[in-house]
Nanobody, 115 residues
Framework: QVQLVESGGGLVQPGRSLRLSCAASGIIARINYMAWYRQVPGKEREWVAGITSVTRGGSTNYADSVKGRFTISRDNARNTVYLQMNSLNPEDTAVYYC??????WGQGTQVTVSS
């Protein structure tokens, strides 16, 4: 069983950066695919970025809305997945969730972008 715990959210001004972390209790190297999603009240949860395992090439993909600004990475030695978010804007305000293939979800961390 894998448990995911997100951290790193907070209040940030437009144009600034944040790095989210997703720490896993299990060994994420065994999880073929991990991703970040986000959700705002009244809307469906939205996929943001994903990364495959090293054995599958470690390839990354991004939603068009964050491409060029966000970077997903994974550190298997630390069982942690990161989401580096640069050039944040108010539309990025949401609760961000970590996801692991197999149906694993974290509890979410709030990101608020506001001046």
């Amino acid at each position: 069983q894998v448990q995911l715990v997100e951290s790193g959210g907070g209040l940030v001004q437009p144009g600034r950066s944040l790095r989210l972390s997703c720490a896993a209790s299990g060994i994420i190297a065994r999880i073929n695919y991990m991703a970040w999603y986000r959700q705002v009240p009244g809307k469906e949860r939205e996929w943001v970025a994903g990364i495959t395992s090293v054995t599958r090439g470690g390839s990354t993909n991004y939603a068009d809305s964050v491409k060029g600004r966000f970077t997903i990475s994974r550190d298997n030695a630390r069982n942690t997945v990161y989401l580096q978010m640069n050039s944040l804007n108010p539309e990025d305000t949401a609760v961000y969730y970590c996801f692991g293939h197999g149906g694993y979800w974290g509890q979410g961390t709030q990101v608020t972008v506001s001046s």
